[in-house]
C-alpha cells in the first residue's frame, strides 16, 4: 500500500531519540526518493530538527549519484541524456545498461559537454577515435 503523507510517517522516527543519526539519515533519505527530492528548505528544516547537521553531507552528496535529492528545475535541467540502446544485443538477465556506460562512450568519442563535464580533457583535433587518450 503506497504511503499518501510520508512526511506524517517520517517525523515520529525521526524524533525518536533511541533512534541514531545513521537511522535518522536512512529515513530522511528514504523520504528523499520516495517524494523525488524535497525542497532545499524542507531539507534544511529537517536536518536542523533532527540536530544531524555535521552528517548532513551523506544526504547531500547523493546528487553527485544523479539523485534529485533538492526537486527544482535548475537541478532536473542537467539530467544526461542517455542512448538508445533497444537495438543492442543484450544477455537474458540484463534489463537495463547503467548510465556509466553512456558516459564512458561519450568521453571515448568526444562528446560530453564541456559545461557538465568541466575537468575532461578534449581530445586533439587531429586525433581519429581510434582509441581512448
Known amino acids: 500500500?503506497?504511503?499518501?503523507?510520508s512526511m506524517r510517517v517520517l517525523l515520529p522516527v525521526l524524533l525518536n531519540?533511541?533512534?541514531d543519526s545513521y537511522d535518522k539519515i536512512r529515513?530522511?533519505?528514504?523520504?528523499?526518493?520516495?517524494?523525488?527530492?524535497?525542497?532545499?528548505?524542507?531539507?534544511d528544516k529537517l536536518?536542523?530538527?533532527v540536530h544531524i547537521?555535521?552528517?548532513s553531507d551523506?544526504?547531500?552528496?547523493?546528487?553527485?549519484?544523479?539523485?534529485?535529492?533538492?526537486?527544482?528545475f535548475v537541478a532536473q535541467q542537467h539530467k544526461y541524456v542517455r542512448r538508445d540502446r533497444s537495438k543492442e544485443e543484450t544477455f537474458q538477465l540484463s534489463r537495463w545498461t547503467p548510465?556509466?556506460?553512456?558516459?564512458?562512450?561519450?568521453?571515448?568519442?568526444?562528446?560530453?559537454d564541456s559545461k557538465d563535464w568541466p575537468y575532461?580533457?578534449?581530445c586533439p583535433p587531429t586525433w581519429n577515435g581510434s582509441g581512448a587518450v
Not at 500500500?1 to 503523507?5: I, L, R, S
Not at 529515513?27 to 531539507?43: H, R
Open 120 to 122: 575532461c580533457s578534449r
Open 58 to 72: 551523506m544526504i547531500r552528496n547523493w546528487k553527485y549519484l544523479d539523485v534529485p535529492v533538492i526537486s527544482s
Open 1 to 5: 500500500e503506497k504511503v499518501k503523507d
Open 53 to 55: 547537521e555535521s552528517d
Open 99 to 112: 548510465v556509466i556506460k553512456d558516459v564512458m562512450e561519450d568521453a571515448i568519442e568526444n562528446k560530453l
Open 27 to 43: 529515513a530522511i533519505l528514504l523520504y528523499i526518493f520516495s517524494t523525488n527530492g524535497t525542497t532545499q528548505e524542507n531539507l
Open 17 to 19: 531519540k533511541s533512534h
Open 47 to 49: 536536518i536542523q530538527n
